[in-house]
Antibody, heavy 118, light 110 residues
Framework: EVQLVESAGGLVQPGGSLRLSCAVS????????MSWVRQAPGKGLEWVSV???????YYADSVKGRFTISRHNSKNTLYLQMNSLRTEDTAVYYC????????????WGQGTLVTVSS | QSVLTQPPSASGTPGQRVTISCSGG????????VYWYQQLPGTAPKLLIY???QRPSGVPDRFSGSKSGTSASLAISGLRSEDEADYFC???????????FGGGTKLTVL
């Protein structure tokens, strides 16, 4: 069974940092394209970042230079390092597997809330 | 401002058929598959349609998808109260090298 389980988010002050993790079972993270998607309260879905199976990474303009996506192959885990956090980064963050070849999400984690506030 | 355009709301009565549109461009819908998701309040999105018109196992055949050019549609027939949810379309965007989403459509069952 495919499962993606995000770590707990939390409350962070503006300018602070937080690392999210996504523990995966049922498939191999390094063989797939993996993404982070976020959803601000009451808003729609926003793509944040992707890591290709080959290791290339891409980011939305809104987080470029502040967020870093990575993976740990032996732990089969995806990460999102978030630095210089802003109030507008407040959202539920989902990790997702992108369907092979189509590159749209086909499996999602349960989501974790990150609140950036003083 | 979402890259893909959806109507913010839709509604219907039980048993009716409703459609939700999703409009994009040549770098996303025009050259890639469209996916649809259902999101109930407080839960993660659930895959409803993949590759324009394919249903994952467990999704009722009341849900169907189609694509033409740079637009796509989700149709729900035999509307039921439990279909009341937010619906999102998505596609890969070759120019952005990322996933683009519609702004979401809130479906109300009257």
């Amino acid at each position: 069974e495919v499962q993606l389980v995000e770590s707990a988010g939390g409350l962070v002050q503006p300018g602070g940092s937080l690392r999210l993790s996504c523990a995966v079972s049922g498939f191999t993270v390094s063989n797939n394209y993996m993404s982070w998607v976020r959803q601000a309260p009451g808003k729609g879905l926003e793509w944040v970042s992707v890591i290709y199976s080959g290791g290339n990474t891409y980011y939305a303009d809104s987080v470029k230079g502040r967020f870093t996506i990575s993976r740990h192959n032996s732990k089969n885990t995806l990460y999102l390092q978030m630095n210089s956090l802003r109030t507008e980064d407040t959202a539920v963050y989902y990790c997702a597997r992108l369907h092979y070849g189509d590159y749209a999400p086909d499996h999602w984690g349960q989501g974790t809330l990150v609140t950036v506030s003083s | 401002q979402s890259v893909l355009t959806q109507p913010p709301s839709a509604s219907g009565t039980p048993g009716q058929r409703v459609t939700i549109s999703c409009s994009g461009g040549s770098s996303n819908i025009g050259s890639n598959f469209v996916y649809w998701y259902q999101q109930l309040p407080g839960t993660a999105p659930k895959l409803l349609i993949y590759r324009n018109n394919q249903r994952p196992s467990g999704v009722p055949d009341r849900f169907s998808g189609s694509k033409s050019g740079t637009s796509a549609s989700l149709a729900i027939s035999g509307l039921r109260s439990e279909d009341e949810a937010d619906y999102f379309c998505a596609s890969w965007d070759d120019s952005l090298s990322g996933v683009v989403f519609g702004g979401g459509t809130k479906l109300t069952v009257l």
